[in-house]
């Protein structure tokens, strides 16, 4: 094999695995890859998101999905390439229901090559392809056609029917960015949908955010599906700017978006297999009965506040970070910042640039990662401007990114946190010398792997962390607040700090909450706890899932689906939800494998 | 030179092209071009759209205009290819002032390789260009800065100030498409525009025609500057969506757009140098004094209702077509359709599906263009998803369109058209039978040199042209109407038609009527006849201007520029003019060369 170029490599590999694949053959299949493996799967052989990891696993799935997926025409997309003895390669191939692309990353062994890696994802149902490039309809519709109707009339009368006369097929609670992109999937996908928003416009989630609030991810990061941003667009976007974007995107996306309407109660009915969801528009009641339920309310629940005694007799303001109106009312006063993560230290800096004299109050340890540091090291291979001359667009890096198991994610993350620690050493060094409590995670894989394991606990600098360093953000540290007086509060060190305002940058609780409250608690039980991997670190119970609980797959509750994350997630697993959708829209069969069990309800 | 590869007879022509000029060695320079040749400039060495026709022209331009626009670093970009002995090849190069993109046709002389077209467009001015790419803002403004104001802010006190306590540079009269586009490029530079239109909302210019319209361009020809419609976008879209398209566009674009607002006068002020302009927006009036005045009115005038003795009798319905309301208040009755281009054929078509029954009046040829062969023979090689696939996506398209000369452009169509006249000799044969004339313009050069010329006389066919043929649409053909009755209108060959309904699908007037109202008739007689190359064609008169009189380029009244044309030419020249606004926005010299007489008033 040593002479082969990478692209004899993988071809050879992806047809010995197509024959032993076709053959049925799973001893021959085990020994494709290697000891060490992981085949990660997005819906297209599994109709679950599930990583196989080892070829005990990869042999179980198979022997329950080969014989109705018929895996076929495996062909090299693009140009292999090899780097530090891994061959990389692209590749299209086909099941009984749909067109895939794969990736996979080969290494020699003794019995040749085998795999390390390997993805799967679903694109397309066959014979329910999106109808765009050369499938795009005429629009004109050319040719002559008595009573036909103008796409402005159809647009009309499907807004004056969904829901009333006719039945969406799915409901999406929440319109934010995640019920949005999820919203515009299932409209190409030509899926009757209904998005249910409390707010009055879309995008009004992020406009209703504290107002120096931009974007901690750059754009590269954040498209949208279909309509990528314009080039000259900000690397992080202020908040009302892309509290526009969304807007202007429901709209040319064409989704049936039903603002300022609250959803009101949700119960399931077994013997019809559809759910009945009570909604509040217009200060009517309405009753949809879709067949699907979408909960895309963010990763996280309701506001935490903390119930401290005494706060009742607090005579300023007090509220949380979720409702922070800005600094400006507060010039020349006095403001107690409860918590240390992104929101905390965003409205510290804006309370301090206003003229507030601010304290943080830090609990527990937080991440720090600079804005910089973050994209040079650890999201400029796949999400920047150079990654873009080099081919990679976030298309490709959506996928380049889903192709790391989880299991060894955070053997990658980890060297990208210790040239973090080198390169910001100074102010790390400050941060400390200030009292600021630093951690980089349970095992030093800081950010993003504590955003997946449990979605807290950092701070992505963009200046906030100087002014807490000089002391122009006042820090007190290892402290809580113990008690709330009408002019100031008690810190558990019995330190007292006047005060005029109190923010409680304190966090989210758990979505299942949602569920209970808008289904029941039964209900919110049998889903079980959302997000997290069970990697057993701080707030990420055992055992280990391999995947994201709950999210953007079948979860215990029947016909009932959780969708979220942060742009990039919400675009790239919107696909994959929109794609189980619409099988089961179209009566296609879905066989799940390895559905996950529930371990935690929240 | 025979065994050169077209790099190398392109890159070899390049040196010696750039070495003539740095020499100012205008006879070399001649002699690098072949004895018939063309050098299409776009702004980037004459602050003008000029074609220079032959070697005379060409050094007569250069010894205008070499010494200050000292071009050079031309360098070949991408493949140069050859087919039929032309070699074909882009390359960039630089100015004192701005980097160019050009297009160049070399052919093999007996003095080694000549140029038969050469195009040089300017791309951007140095140290002005677009905050694009890596250049493009961060958006968050990382550190600290006390008093900052948010994006929201910004741009709130800007829609507060600019037109009342700050001056707009330029002004643009008219929120079409065609205004929209050159204020996003206006704003990308850093110019303050503002846009005045009369409708309520952006798209309204296209909501407000004929329910049943949809463009008649596909939509690989109609893509906006900086977003591009999704790949779902309908080959021909419905004019309502086209509608939310241009509304959302402008608001994403951050354009300052003046809805409900109406331009009453514009005079200027040579002491001055700035036009003082008069609208009135909520019921006031304000006067802006920029010093730029855009008319991007479209590239016609007023409605051009003819007079028709009895007109004031009739006792039905009576408009121009660009007021129809559509056909459903018209249901059994019968209507009569003066013309018989774009406009009379669609609504004569949405009237006949309705239930009226009509008939069209032709009183002069037109020409028939079926919709699928346009696309086939016409648009394909550069405007359609094959033309995508393989590599000229609409930059590049239009670019390849603009390094046509319009001297030799109808050389290149009479053969597509003498293909659609075989192609579609079934359907020409039956439009004559049933009476029709055709025609394929005055030399058979068809659609878009009519377009070019004279802007009118063509139906573009998607579906209308069966109608008249089968007799579904009644045809009056050969005759006027010659007066009006209360209930019918009596023909020019005596035959009275009863009619509930007449529309006159008569077209529009000259743009000048827009300067002349809201400027004066002394500037618009000044500024002169608008659109046509002087062609000597059926009302194109002569002599020849090879550009299209006044688009997109300086004047003879200062400081007045006029924008416009389909949604291709909008895209593509609202770069150059932009370009030419931004460059005496930042006083750079502009030495205008070749700036055209007027040889005719409207």
């Known amino acids: 094999m040593s002479n082969a170029t990478p692209a004899q490599r993988a071809s050879d590999w992806l047809q010995r695995f197509e024959k032993a694949l076709a053959a049925a053959d799973l001893k021959a299949v085990a020994h494709l890859f290697a000891p060490e493996c992981y085949w990660r799967d997005l819906v297209s052989f599994t109709w679950n998101i599930k990583t196989q990891e080892g070829r005990d696993a990869i042999t179980d799935m198979l022997s329950s999905q080969l014989s109705h997926v018929k895996p076929s025409h495996f062909t090299v997309s693009g140009e292999p390439t090899e780097a530090d ?17 794969g990736h996979l990353r080969l290494k020699a062994g003794d019995q040749g090559d085998q795999a390390w890696t390997l993805l799967t994802t679903m694109v397309e149902l066959k014979g329910f392809e999106e109808r765009k490039g050369e499938r795009r309809i005429k629009g ?3 040719g002559v056609h008595p009573g036909r109707k103008t796409w402005l009339e159809l647009r009309k009368e499907e807004e004056a029917t969904l829901g009333y006369t006719k039945q969406p097929d799915t409901v999406i609670i929440g319109g934010g960015q995640g019920g949005i992109m999820l919203a515009a999937r299932l409209r190409r996908l ?84 559809e759910w009945s969801v009570t909604v509040e528009r217009d200060g009517k009641e309405i009753v949809l009965r879709p ?3 979408v909960f895309a309310l963010g990763v996280s629940g309701y506001a935490n506040v903390p119930k401290i005694p005494g706060a009742e007799t607090f005579l300023g303001d007090q509220h949380h970070s979720s409702k922070h109106p800005g600094p ?9 910042v409860l918590g240390s993560n992104n929101s905390a230290h965003d409205i510290c800096a804006a309370l301090w640039e206003n003229g507030v004299d601010v304290t943080m109050i830090q609990r527990t340890s937080t991440h720090i990662a600079p804005s910089d540091s973050l994209m040079e090291l650890a999201l400029g291979g796949l999400y920047s401007e150079q990654a873009v001359k080099n081919g990679i667009d976030h298309h ?60 807290s606990g950092y701070y992505i600098d963009v200046g906030a962390s100087e002014l807490v360093a000089n002391g122009s953000v006042k820090l007190k540290s290892k402290v809580n ?36 409250d808008l289904a029941s608690p039964e209900i919110a039980d049998r889903v079980g706890k959302v997000w997290g991997l069970g990697s057993d670190t701080t707030k990420d119970p055992g055992p280990w899932e391999g995947e994201l609980r709950n999210m953007w797959k079948p979860t215990q509750q029947q016909q009932l689906w959780i969708h979220g994350g942060n742009l990039h997630q919400s675009r790239h697993y919107s696909q994959f939800l929109s794609l189980q959708l619409k099988a089961r829209y179209e009566g296609i069969p879905t066989p799940v494998y390895g559905q996950a069990d529930v371990h935690h309800l929240r």
């Open 140 to 142: 004109a519709e050319h």
């Open 481 to 516: 607040i113990e008690r709330i007086n009408p002019k100031s509060v008690t810190l558990s060190d019995g330190t007292e700090l006047p005060a005029d305002l109190i923010v409680y940058a304190t966090g989210y609780g758990s979505m299942n909450q949602f569920i209970a």
């Open 190 to 273: 030509g899926v009757p949908t209904i998005v249910i928003e409390r707010n009055e416009r879309p995008g009004d989630s992020w406009r209703k955010r504290y107002k120096s609030l931009c974007l901690h991810d750059p754009v590269w990061y954040d498209h949208l599906p279909y309509m990528p941003f314009p080039d000259d667009w900000p690397v992080f976007a202020p908040k009302d700017k892309i509290g526009d974007w969304l807007e202007s995107y429901t709209k040319l996306m064409e989704i049936n978006y039903w603002s300022s309407t609250t959803a009101k109660h949700a119960s399931f009915d077994e013997a019809k297999g």
């Open 291 to 293: 067949k699907q339920l």
């Open 396 to 455: 490709k890096a959506d996928l380049i990114f889903a192709s790391v198991p989880y299991k060894i994610m955070h053997t990658f993350h980890i060297p990208v946190y210790e040239a973090m620690k080198q390169r910001d050493a100074d102010l790390y060094g400050r941060l400390e010398q200030a009292g600021f409590m630093l951690d980089f995670g349970d095992d030093g894989s800081g950010l993003f792997m504590k955003y997946l394991r449990r979605g």
């Open 328 to 336: 400006e009312a507060y010039k020349g006063k006095k403001a107690v």
């Open 85 to 101: 003895g891994i061959v990389d390669a692209w590749f299209n191939f086909e099941t009984t229901t749909a067109r895939g692309l």
